[in-house]
């Protein structure tokens, strides 16, 4: 399969590189950045030299015709465009940005501050988070991969939810991200001196993650149930905390044996007996969850860990990959190169 890697330049493109670099399965037809065109991966990238594309040149501008799937790893507005040519053309699209993510079509203008057109694709794009649409990932040919707060939050989620032993109508969710979450252009306030040492919550009462999970929950349980959201900011490049909080009248042991099963067959999904690090996942597409129940107030406590920029984005975006064509879903995901580092 040869594929294109747009937006290639950023930090998901890159890690979408190293990901597919030995990925036997797939060629890298195609890496499209305007900033760095015509220069070679490696001259750009160090980390790349002696690896299987480190000739492979940057091009300016994308080539529709050629290849079998695209990969966006653009902002959302400029996706949304791209995505519709694309699928118009019968190519299979993995796009990464929020573009198709959320069905209501009205909430764009709200949260991303532009209005979208194309509500028929919307409509028919799959929402990439296997462990819940594996079955319709299978048949798509637009895969809206999820961000990485959505990732982390419903992993935490999707076994009390789908199984109603959510009491009430709000989860408490508080998460922590590392700085690449917010991409790699030059912003102040991730400059070294202001980010090294701080930590801080941001958008602590609306945040466009909020629509996109509460989305989600609305399609496995029929339900409204809000998310009460915060999320934060600490001094890690990549790394991502979520802590879910929900009334239950389940016991401890029936929770856990709950996650227990919905998971026992996940490739990807590990059940740890303490509160998950990112140490653990940083560099993979694992995501480790924790289960409790705080006995006093009767809440499930679930925790999350992944990495922002595996399955938060480019590893799950393979993951995606691997399910949209028939390969097994962790092909190539745990060579030794993917598992993480735990001393970096
Ligand atoms: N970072 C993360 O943890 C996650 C990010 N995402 C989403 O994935 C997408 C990519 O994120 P990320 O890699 O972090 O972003 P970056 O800002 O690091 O990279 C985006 C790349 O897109 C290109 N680009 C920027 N603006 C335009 C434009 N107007 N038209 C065409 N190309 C453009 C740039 O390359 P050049 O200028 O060289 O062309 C840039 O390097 C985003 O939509 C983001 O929301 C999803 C999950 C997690
Ligand atoms: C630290 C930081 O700024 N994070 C980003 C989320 C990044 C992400 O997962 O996702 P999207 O694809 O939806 O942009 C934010 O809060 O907007």
């Given amino acids: 399969m040869k594929v294109s890697i747009v937006g290639a330049s950023g930090y998901t493109g890159v890690e979408l590189i190293r990901y597919l670099s030995f990925h036997k399965d797939v060629e890298i037809a195609q890496i499209v950045s305007r900033q760095f065109s015509g220069k ?16 492979l040149i940057f091009e300016e501008d994308v080539d529709k ?11 959302h507005e400029p996706s949304v465009e791209l995505v519709k040519e694309l699928t118009d053309k019968g190519k299979k699209v993995i796009d990464l940005s929020a573009a198709y ?10 949260y991303y501050g532009f209005e979208h057109r194309f509500g028929e694709l919307l409509d028919r794009a799959v929402y990439g988070l296997p462990e819940i649409f594996r079955k319709d990932i299978e048949k798509a040919n637009l895969v809206a991969n999820p961000g990485c707060y959505p990732t982390a939050t419903l992993l ?6 789908k199984e109603e032993v959510v009491v009430g109508d709000t989860v408490v969710v508080n998460a922590l ?23 801080y919550a941001y958008n602590p009462t609306k945040h466009r993650h ?3 999970m509460e989305d989600v929950i609305k399609r496995v349980t029929g339900k409204e149930i809000k998310v009460r959201f915060t999320p934060h900011i600490i001094p890690v490049s990549r790394g991502m905390i979520s802590t879910v909080v929900f009334n239950t009248n389940l016991r401890k042991e029936q929770l856990v044996e709950l996650y227990r099963l919905e998971y026992r067959y996940e490739p990807f999904v590990r059940i740890v007996p303490q509160p ?28 999350s860990a992944i990495d922002n920029l595996g399955k938060g984005a480019s590893s799950q975006a393979v993951q995606n990959m691997n399910i949209m064509t028939g390969l097994p879903e962790d092909k190539y995901l745990k060579t030794l190169s993917e598992i993480s580092i735990l001393f970096p």
Avoid: M, W
């Avoid at 993510?101 to 709200?110: A, G």
């Avoid at 935490?156 to 939810?161: D, E, F, M, S, T």
């Avoid at 991200?177 to 930590?199: L, T």
């Avoid at 998950?276 to 925790?303: H, M, W």
């Fill in 156 to 161: 935490a989620l999707y076994p009390g939810i």
């Fill in 276 to 303: 998950p690090q990112i140490k653990n996942v940083v560099g993979s597409n694992f995501c480790d969850l924790y289960v409790d129940l705080d006995e006093r107030t009767g809440q499930a406590v679930i925790i």
């Fill in 40 to 55: 070679k991966l490696s001259s750009v990238f160090p980390h790349f030299s002696k690896t299987p594309y480190e000739d």
């Fill in 65 to 75: 015709e050629s290849f079998d799937i695209y990969f966006l790893c653009l902002p």
């Fill in 101 to 110: 993510r959320i069905k209501d079509i009205h909430k764009y203008p709200e």
């Fill in 210 to 212: 909020t629509p996109e």
């Fill in 177 to 199: 991200s590392g700085i690449s979450g917010a991409g790699r252009s030059v912003k102040q306030h991730f400059h070294y001196p202001e980010a090294y040492g701080n930590a």
